[in-house]
Structures are given as structure tokens and as C-alpha cells.
């Protein structure tokens, strides 16, 4: 029904800056909430910063770093990174809820996740 797909990971040398890419297709009606969520070895999904109605939320340890933007003409949400730290090292993953021709309500859907790293 939907497709996400993230784009725009790699490796970088910490202080340095990665923007990434997440765009939806499918039957989509309308999208509410998108944001981003990583994850690192051994660890736990958590949030990084999440975006809806106008409003952003992010991780403390993102605060000031990274900024959520959307584009919903083109289904698309970006994460641009700065100052990164070898602890953003995760793959990070990029959610969608969106309501698509047919559905009830509203539902969340994940991309397959991008590798960030950063080391020098």
C-alpha cells in the first residue's frame, strides 16, 4: 500500500553534517505524523524528532543538532544532521502515518532503515 524509502546515509567524520531523505508513495490520502527514530547495536528504537501538526519534537541529545523538515506535496520528510558524534552512530529509520483510499484510519508505516555512521 505505501512504500518508504529512506536515502542519504553513509559515513562521516564527526563535526561533519549528513541530510536524509524519506519519501513515501503509495494510496496515500493524507499524511499526519513523520519523523525519524535509530537505533544502535544492542540498543533500544528510539525517537530522534518526529514532526505533525505544524510542531516538532526532538531527542535532547539532538536538540540544536538536527531539524526535521516535510514537504507533503511531494510526500517527503528530511532529517539535516549537523555536528554529528560518533554516538549518532544507528541506523535510523523514517516513519510515515498516513491514510491511504480505502483505509479507516490512519496508519504507521517504517522504511527499511539507513546506516549513519560517524567515525574518522
Known amino acids: 500500500q505505501v512504500q518508504v524509502v529512506e536515502s542519504g546515509g553513509g559515513l562521516v567524520q564527526p563535526g561533519g553534517s549528513l541530510r536524509l531523505s524519506c519519501a513515501a508513495s503509495?494510496?496515500?490520502?493524507?499524511?499526519?505524523?513523520v519523523g525519524w527514530y535509530y537505533q544502535a547495536p544492542g540498543k533500544q528504537r528510539d525517537m530522534v524528532a518526529m514532526t505533525s501538526g505544524g510542531s516538532a519534537n526532538y531527542a535532547d541529545s539532538v536538540k540544536g543538532r538536527f531539524t526535521i523538515s516535510r514537504d507533503d506535496a511531494k510526500n517527503t520528510v528530511y532529517l539535516q544532521m549537523n555536528s554529528l558524534k560518533p554516538e549518532d552512530t544507528a541506523v535510523y529509520y523514517c516513519?510515515?502515518?498516513?491514510?491511504?483510499?480505502?483505509?479507516?484510519?490512519?496508519?504507521?508505516?517504517w522504511g527499511q532503515g539507513i546506516q549513519v555512521t560517524v567515525s574518522s
Open positions: 503509495g494510496r496515500i490520502v493524507r499524511v499526519n505524523s
Open positions: 516513519y510515515t502515518e498516513a491514510l491511504t483510499y480505502g483505509a479507516v484510519g490512519y496508519e504507521t508505516y
